[in-house]
């Protein structure tokens, strides 16, 4: 079992618990746990940041960083490539890694809210699916060639029903 570290922005918890009376700071480890082992990284320190940040702000780091000129509702910034965390699994016990940084992931609650309205999941469902889509992200999952995203998405509801909080709208 993993060890997992993670710095959580408070205010992610303090606004679901205000607006969904749940604290997420175990699902946020059942979420990266399920996720680490679908990629058989056992046994390692694992640490993650999850961060939240406003519409204008999200909306320049995803300027900045991936050259698109409007706000998204997560970022992720791994640390490791896909090649990289692939590797992590199939080392030898004298050659693995102990403690992995796996990276950022930035949320926007802004975004967040608009999106649980217009695909009816709530803001429950939709903040634990970001975080779900931006861990899946620093393990090097992927959504741009259609048999990744297949793969990435059965994880993700794998990982959302697990949580109790699995596909709302088919």
């Known amino acids: 079992m993993n060890k997992i570290l993670i710095d959580l922005d408070e205010n992610l918890v303090k606004y679901i618990k205000e607006k969904c009376d749940r604290d997420i700071t175990d699902d946020i480890r059942v979420i990266v746990q399920t996720a680490l082992e ?8 694992i640490s993650i940041s999850i961060s939240a ?3 204008e702000e999200i909306h320049q780091i995803n300027k900045e960083y991936r050259n ?4 998204t509702d997560v970022l992720s910034f791994p640390i490791f490539s896909r090649e990289e965390i692939d590797e992590f699994s199939s080392l030898d016990e004298s050659k693995k890694v102990r403690a ?4 950022d992931i930035i949320i926007c609650i802004d975004v967040l809210q608009e999106h649980a309205i217009e695909y009816e999941t709530g803001i429950l469902r939709e903040m634990l699916y970001m975080i779900t889509h931006g861990v899946c992200h620093l393990l090097g999952y992927d959504h741009e060639i259609p048999e ?3 793969q990435m998405r059965a994880l993700e509801e794998k990982i959302l029903n697990k949580i109790g909080v699995g596909e709302i709208n088919g």
């Open 38 to 45: 679908e990629k058989n990284i056992i046994d390692e320190e």
């Open 53 to 55: 940040v406003d519409k």
């Open 68 to 71: 698109v000129d409007r706000p």
């Open 100 to 103: 992995i940084e796996l990276g």
């Open 148 to 150: 990744e995203k297949i």
